[in-house]
């Protein structure tokens, strides 16, 4: 019997290739906060639920998962938003934006565990960081400080649910070319683009390298004794 994933952030450009790698293993669904062409296409094993990560959107998808008596296995969180922005030009409101993206929905999923028995046999918690959250730039305050933020949030989830026995790690993320990596480079000319690539050893990384590294956390005999991690990913960005 085909295991089950939650997964947050599901109409993310990044999320999607991953998605259909796991629908051929795994029943999948799906949380997303506004409908979109590529939730249309309908399959026996994906179930799509809005949800906003309001307490209320919570009881609703509580109610869905205990009505139809679906057991979570796994959950994955793709929830994440870039900010371009000088010193000058940071506001509250940009930063509390920011910080919602990147943080505040992943402390929403996490207490998803608390508040029903579908996630009795939550076995792994996956997160999407960034090289960024590990090596600032110019510009990125915001974005890397908020991924470093949700880092520390890993640790300190994984020590809190490993009573539990629910491991709870973050991929540290270096240029793919999807989600934040594609928006990236549109704010990079061909010479950046370049040099960006230079800085990784092993070249861009694909969306089929994630897949691999979040099928290797969610399976429960592979990465059984592997928690808290940030695990790196990055082509040797970051060496």
Known sequence: MKKTILISGATSDLAKDIINQLKKKYNLILLYRNHVKSLSKKSKNINYIKYN???KSQKKLIQKLEKNKIIISSML?????HSFSTINSISA???RKIYDANCFTFIQLIKL???SSCFDSLRSVVTISSVSSMHGN???TLYSSSKAALNNIVKSFALELSKKKIRVNSIILGHIEKGMGSKTTKFLNENQ???LENRHPLGFGTTEDLFHSIDFLIDPKKSRWITGTNFVLDGGYLI
């Open 53 to 55: 990560y309001s307490e």
């Open 77 to 81: 969180h793709f929830n994440g938003l």
């Open 93 to 95: 409101d940009e930063f």
């Open 113 to 115: 565990t608390k508040l």
């Open 138 to 140: 110019k510009g990125i």
């Open 193 to 195: 683009i370049n040099l």
